[in-house]
């Protein structure tokens, strides 16, 4: 079994760019997709990214999501921060035998 | 659109089973591209995979809870659930019932992304 290390909170201003990654513990992280969910208060999550760097549609541009093998961590990248980007961000990847969540980020807009 | 919406009790006392219902609208769930997933979110805390269904019956279990999971499928009413037996106070969450899908380059169930979710409800575990 593996693991997903996310930051317990970060926080950025308005119109700045963040950056919330989420390390896996054992495995490569390059050799099963990652996707990123967002989950505003009182709301189920939706779909940011899947496939590491794919959006939705209907997600702005402004979300963006890479891989780093050297550091066996996935990244989501928020740029243009705007007030409702506030909320609870998590990362999911798997193996063979299991579906993984990190623990999940809070990211505040200040 | 396709909409998710999870039934059943709030609360369960512990050592019993407990029993959520999810109907789909707006689309089959006899759809060949998706499996039908439940995850589940202890109040305050991340999120957990429970286990996904296929429209023929195929599951896939998260292996820590495996012993006492039970999701099943009904295509006649185009709905899915969940049985967890043998419940504690650890098993209070929001659970969620979400379209799962999985790509044609993963073996199974435990890939793929889930989208959409239902609203979620709070089963609470006491006596």
């Known amino acids: 079994n593996f693991m997903l290390t996310q930051p317990h909170s970060v926080s950025e201003s308005p119109g700045k760019t963040v950056t919330i990654s989420c390390t896996r513990s054992s495995g490569s992280i390059a050799s099963n997709y990652v996707q990123w969910y967002q989950q505003r208060p009182g709301s189920a999550p939706t779909t940011v990214i899947y496939e590491d760097n794919q959006r939705p549609s209907g997600v702005p541009d402004r979300f963006s999501g890479s891989i780093d093998s050297s550091s066996n961590s996935a990244s989501l990248t928020i740029s243009g921060l705007k007030t409702e980007d506030e909320a609870d961000y998590y990362c999911q990847s798997y193996d063979s035998s299991n579906l993984v969540f990190g623990g999940g980020t809070k990211l505040t807009v200040l | 659109q396709l909409q998710l919406q999870e039934s059943g009790p709030g609360l369960v006392k512990p050592s019993e089973t407990l029993s959520l219902t999810c109907t789909v609208s707006?689309?089959?769930?006899?759809?060949?591209?998706?499996?039908w997933g439940w995850i589940r979110q202890p109040p305050g805390k991340g999120l957990e995979w429970i286990g996904s269904i296929y429209y023929s019956g195929s599951t896939y279990y998260n292996p820590s809870l495996k012993s006492r999971v039970t999701i099943s499928v009904d295509t006649s009413k185009n709905q899915f659930s969940l049985k967890l037996s043998s419940v504690t106070a650890a098993d209070t969450a929001v659970y969620y019932c979400a379209r799962h899908f999985v790509p044609e380059y993963i073996v199974g169930a435990t890939g793929g992304w889930f989208d959409p979710w239902g609203q979620g409800t709070l089963v609470t575990v006491s006596s």
């Open positions: 707006g689309g089959s769930i006899s759809s060949s591209s998706y499996y």
